[in-house]
């Protein structure tokens, strides 16, 4: 069965500092992972994808295969990264496609 | 330019109660998905719905039922509610995975 683990409940860094949240799967298959956030009093909104290698905010994520792991990074934190960040595993079911997520992390940008 | 509407931000229900909430989106998405969000659990998937009149089980959809009936609206029903549904709840539509999700506001439901 696939599934998905964020270790970090919060994480905490100050302003300026490099930052990296993670992400563990587990998945028989082809792994397709995402990141979404959810910055305070907004809806949850898709961050980037591994697929399109994209670098969204200074954010990248890079998908390790061997490790099992899709970690978020930034190298300069901003206050304004301050947020709840959920890594994502795409899984294919008979009739198409769902999204399991993790169970999030706190991230606090301090001044 | 809100596309997935949550018809009510904030709900209080009592035991035993039956309890719709509605989920709407005005894009199209033929595909749409309610989750509850809990704290230190994370999003889980109680129902999701690919078409009109289809739905298939999430991970949780002990206690929820589903409803759809048009292509824009999908509705989770509580047939029963219980204490430990008291939760958030996400409605969520999308075209295809690659693009991924629009979630709405939410609903915050407390059952007392």
């Known amino acids: 069965a696939q599934r998905v683990t964020q270790p970090e409940k919060l994480l905490s860094v100050f302003k300026g500092a490099p930052v990296e949240l993670k992400c563990n799967y587990s998945?028989?298959?082809?792994?397709?992972l995402f990141w979404y956030v959810q910055y305070s009093r907004q809806r949850l909104q898709l961050l980037l994808r591994?697929?399109s290698r994209e670098s969204i905010k200074g954010f990248t994520a890079d998908l390790n295969k061997g490790e099992t792991s899709f970690h978020l990074k930034k190298p300069f934190a901003q206050e304004e990264d301050s947020a709840m960040y959920y890594c994502?595993?795409?899984?294919?079911?008979?009739?198409?496609?769902?999204?399991?997520f993790g169970e999030g992390t706190q991230l606090t940008v301090n001044p | 330019d809100v596309k997935v509407t949550q018809s009510s931000r904030y709900l209080v229900k009592r035991t035993g109660e039956k309890v719709f909430l509605e989920c709407v989106q005005d894009?199209?998405?033929?595909?749409m998905f309610w989750y509850r969000q809990d704290p230190g659990l994370g999003l889980r998937l109680i129902y999701f719905?690919?078409?009109?009149?289809?739905?298939e089980k999430g991970d949780i959809p002990e206690g929820y039922s589903v409803s759809r009936e048009k292509k824009e609206r999908f509705s989770l029903i509580l047939e029963s509610a219980s204490t430990n549904q008291t939760s958030m709840y996400l409605c969520?539509?999308?075209?295809?995975?690659?693009?991924?999700?629009?979630f709405g506001s939410g609903t915050r439901l407390t059952v007392v």
């Open positions: 969520a539509s999308s075209f295809s995975w690659q693009y991924g999700y629009t």
């Open positions: 998945y028989s298959g082809s792994p397709e």
């Open positions: 591994h697929i």
């Open positions: 994502a595993l795409r899984s294919r079911w008979p009739s198409g496609s769902r999204l399991t």
């Open positions: 894009m199209d998405h033929e595909n």
């Open positions: 719905s690919y078409d009109v009149k289809m739905k």
